[in-house]
């Protein structure tokens, strides 16, 4: 019988998604997660053992500092990391380990010297990841609620904004920006439980880089796109929404641009099912673009069009798989949550974006998102 990996992740869980996955229990600095046999074990400090013992009763929590003194009292002077890691092995007998592809690799070669091979899975660490347990549904629910209040404070902003000699917009008696745009926005989710780094507030030829986080006063009657993608401060779920909107009245080019977007997403809501190609959700939105005349390639040295996938995976990461995209692979499965954000971007029109988030189920795809779309303000 082939004998079972003993998986090794050492990183902090702040930042990194397999081992708050593994653990559930928000840790600042690194420590060690093993899997051995299918027993989860962490190896914590002083600092931190006491918390980890009631936050992660799942897993066998051992003393950092008891292992080096053992080792300490067998001849190793200054024990380190992986010393202690090499220890615990070597008392399970155990000469090899998984690790992530991100896994250390100065940790990586003490373990060697130590008799320990360290192998990276080229695949998903935690493959169950992508599916998403109803548990797991309702986090990401909340951290999308969090993006919506985010969302409802900026239409509410943009509502309240004068349109001045033409095109400025003017909120509380000063120039609305979006830097300012974005305060209000980012303010609301932090009192929501959230973190939103990062959020775009994108007007005019600057929302035609999907990624321009946006700066400099926004105008009237020019398309804003606002994306906001938020951290719930409890779970470490991600929420992700995107809506478009015209302070004033939008011209037809934009009006045309937002109803083909619009129709798009609704195209791919309608394929998104278990068993349904990525690739081929994303190729019905291109081809239902290219067929209301909007071609994508480069002009004068940029992008245009629809140059970007149509979602990806929403959980412990804004970005996991699966992607939905024109070289994506695979089909998607229940249990999955993805977003759902075509876009078409023109410089002389401006950009137009539209995103919810959507549950696979075996039949189609749930929304998640209830906020409202609507194009002019």
């Given at each position: 019988?082939?004998?079972?990996?003993?998986?090794?992740?050492?990183?902090?869980?702040?930042?990194?998604?397999?081992?708050?996955?593994?653990?559930?229990?928000?840790?600042?600095?690194?420590?060690?997660?093993?899997n051995?046999?299918?027993?989860?074990?962490?190896?914590?400090?002083?600092?931190?053992?006491?918390?980890?013992?009631?936050?992660?009763?799942?897993?066998?929590?051992?003393s950092?500092?008891?292992?080096?003194?053992?080792?300490?009292?067998?001849?190793?002077?200054?024990?380190?990391t992986?010393?202690?890691?090499?220890?615990?092995?070597?008392?399970?007998?155990?000469?090899?380990?998984?690790?992530?592809?991100n896994?250390?690799?100065?940790?990586?070669?003490?373990?060697?010297?130590?008799?320990v091979?360290?192998?990276?899975?080229?695949?998903?660490?935690?493959?169950?990841?992508?599916?998403?347990?109803?548990?797991?549904?309702?986090?990401?629910?909340?951290?999308?609620?969090?993006?919506?209040?985010?969302?409802?404070?900026?239409?509410?902003?943009?509502?309240?904004?004068?349109?001045?000699?033409?095109?400025?917009l003017?909120y509380?008696?000063?120039?609305?920006?979006?830097?300012?745009?974005?305060a209000?926005?980012?303010?609301?989710?932090?009192?929501?439980?959230?973190?939103a780094?990062?959020?775009?507030?994108?007007?005019?030829?600057?929302?035609?880089?999907?990624?321009?986080?946006?700066?400099?006063?926004?105008?009237?009657?020019?398309?804003?796109?606002?994306d906001?993608?938020?951290?719930?401060h409890?779970?470490?779920?991600?929420?992700?929404?995107?809506?478009?909107?015209v302070?004033?009245?939008?011209?037809?080019?934009?009006?045309?641009?937002?109803?083909?977007?619009?129709?798009?997403?609704?195209?791919?809501?309608?394929?998104?099912?278990?068993?349904?190609s990525?690739?081929?959700?994303?190729?019905a939105?291109?081809?239902?673009?290219?067929?209301?005349?909007?071609?994508?390639?480069?002009?004068?040295?940029?992008?245009?069009g629809?140059?970007?996938?149509?979602?990806?995976?929403?959980?412990?990461?804004?970005?996991?798989?699966?992607?939905?995209?024109s070289?994506?692979?695979?089909?998607?499965?229940?249990?999955?949550?993805?977003?759902?954000?075509?876009?078409?971007?023109y410089?002389?029109?401006?950009?137009?974006?539209?995103?919810?988030?959507?549950?696979?189920?075996?039949?189609?795809?749930?929304?998640?998102?209830?906020?409202?779309?609507?194009?002019?303000l």
């Open positions: 019988m082939k004998r079972p990996e003993t998986l090794l992740i050492f990183t902090d869980s702040e930042h990194d998604a397999n081992m708050l996955y593994a653990t559930g229990l928000f840790v600042p600095d690194p420590f060690a997660y093993l051995i046999r299918g027993r989860a074990l962490l190896v914590m400090s002083d600092l931190e053992i006491d918390r980890a013992r009631v936050q992660a009763p799942h897993c066998q929590v051992i950092l500092s008891d292992h080096q003194k053992k080792l300490r009292a067998h001849g190793v002077k200054h024990p380190r992986a010393d202690v890691i090499g220890e615990i092995l070597r008392e399970k007998k155990i000469r090899r380990v998984t690790v992530p592809d896994f250390p690799l100065g940790l990586a070669l003490e373990l060697k010297k130590l008799g091979t360290a192998t990276p899975r080229r695949r998903t660490f935690f493959a169950e990841r992508e599916i998403k347990l109803a548990g797991e549904v309702k986090k990401i629910s909340a951290a999308l609620m969090m993006a919506e209040v985010g969302m409802a404070e900026a239409m509410l902003a943009l509502r309240n904004s004068k349109i001045v000699r033409g095109k400025k003017v509380r008696n000063a120039p609305l920006t979006s830097e300012r745009l974005r209000v926005i980012d303010t609301a989710v932090l009192q929501a439980g959230g973190l780094a990062n959020t775009i507030v994108a007007g005019g030829r600057q929302g035609c880089d999907p990624h321009e986080r946006g700066h400099g006063p926004l105008h009237a009657h020019e398309p804003v796109i606002i906001i993608f938020p951290r719930s409890a779970t470490g779920y991600f929420g992700d929404i995107t809506r478009t909107v302070r004033g009245r939008a011209s037809a080019a934009v009006q045309k641009l937002y109803d083909t977007v619009k129709r798009g997403q609704k195209i791919a809501f309608q394929k998104i099912r278990s068993g349904a990525t690739s081929a959700i994303h190729n939105v291109q081809v239902c673009f290219e067929q209301q005349g909007f071609a994508t390639g480069k002009h004068n040295g940029r992008m245009r629809f140059f970007h996938g149509t979602g990806h995976g929403l959980g412990l990461e804004i970005h996991e798989s699966p992607r939905m995209g070289m994506s692979i695979g089909q998607l499965k229940t249990g999955q949550v993805v977003t759902v954000e075509p876009g078409l971007y410089p002389e029109i401006g950009g137009v974006r539209l995103e919810d988030v959507a549950l696979v189920t075996k039949t189609g795809a749930r929304n998640l998102t209830r906020f409202e779309k609507v194009l002019e």
